[in-house]
C-alpha cells in the first residue's frame, strides 16, 4: 500500500480545514488523520490547537449536535450515543456529560414505543412478536439500539400482551 505525502504544518491545516469542510469530526480522529500525513509529527498539535482556535474543531459541540440528532433522527438509547461518540474519540467525561444532558428530560419507555412502531411499521400491531423467537430478536434489536434491558423488556411484554395499540 502507498503511503500518502508527507505534508508540512500549513498543508496539515489546509489538509484538515478541507477534512472538516465534508463533515464534523472530532479532535482524536482529526489527530489521526494529521499524524498518518505530517511531515513532523510535532507539527500535528500545533495545527490541531490552531484548528480550534479558529473554532472548526470542537468536541463538546460535536458532541452535543451528534447525541441530539441521534436521538432525534433516530430515536436510540442513551447507551448507543455513547458507545458512538466513544467510537469517534470524544472524550468519556465529556460523552458522559452530553449523553445525560441531552437525554435528561426524555421517558425511555415512550422511546422504546416510537422505536418498535418506526421499525415495525410494515406489521400490525396486534401481529407483532407473536413467538418467543420473535420477542428475543426484538429484545436483542433494542439491547443494540442503547435501551436498557429492563424497559426493554417491559415495553416487549407489553406489545406481546396487546396493551399497546
Same mark, same amino acid.
Given at each position: 500500500m502507498k503511503?500518502?505525502?508527507?505534508l508540512?504544518a500549513d498543508?496539515?491545516f489546509?489538509y484538515?480545514?478541507k477534512?472538516?469542510?465534508?463533515?464534523a469530526?472530532?479532535?482524536?480522529?482529526?489527530?489521526t488523520?494529521?499524524?498518518a500525513r505530517a511531515l513532523?509529527?510535532s507539527? /500535528?498539535?500545533?495545527? *490541531?490547537?490552531?484548528?480550534?482556535?479558529y473554532?472548526? +474543531?470542537n468536541?463538546?459541540r460535536? @458532541?452535543e449536535s451528534y %447525541?441530539?440528532?441521534r436521538l432525534?433522527?433516530?430515536?436510540v438509547?442513551k447507551?448507543r /450515543?455513547l458507545?458512538? *461518540?466513544?467510537?469517534?474519540?470524544?472524550a468519556?467525561? +465529556?460523552a458522559?456529560r452530553?449523553? @445525560?444532558?441531552?437525554y %435528561?428530560?426524555?421517558d425511555e419507555p415512550?422511546?422504546i414505543?416510537q422505536?418498535?412502531?418506526?421499525k415495525?411499521?410494515?406489521?400490525?400491531p396486534d401481529?407483532l412478536?407473536?413467538t418467543?423467537?420473535e420477542?428475543? @430478536?426484538?429484545?436483542?434489536?433494542l439491547l443494540?439500539?442503547g435501551?436498557?434491558?429492563?424497559?426493554?423488556?417491559?415495553?416487549l411484554?407489553?406489545f406481546a400482551?396487546?396493551?399497546?395499540?
Open positions: 503511503r500518502p505525502r508527507q508540512s498543508e496539515l489546509a484538515a480545514v477534512k472538516l469542510g465534508g463533515r469530526a472530532t479532535v482524536g480522529e482529526i489527530r488523520s494529521l499524524l513532523e509529527p507539527d /500535528v498539535e500545533l495545527v *490541531l490547537a490552531r484548528l480550534k482556535d473554532g472548526y +474543531l468536541d463538546a460535536f @458532541a %447525541a441530539s440528532a432525534e433522527n433516530e430515536g438509547g447507551s /450515543v458507545r458512538d *461518540l466513544r467510537q469517534h474519540r470524544v468519556p467525561d +465529556l458522559q452530553t449523553v @445525560a444532558r441531552i %435528561a428530560d426524555k415512550a422511546l414505543e422505536y418498535i412502531r418506526r415495525y411499521r410494515a406489521t400490525e401481529a412478536f407473536p418467543n423467537k420477542l428475543a @430478536a426484538a429484545y436483542r434489536r443494540r439500539a435501551f436498557t434491558p429492563g424497559n426493554s423488556l417491559h415495553v411484554k407489553r400482551a396487546n396493551q399497546i395499540g
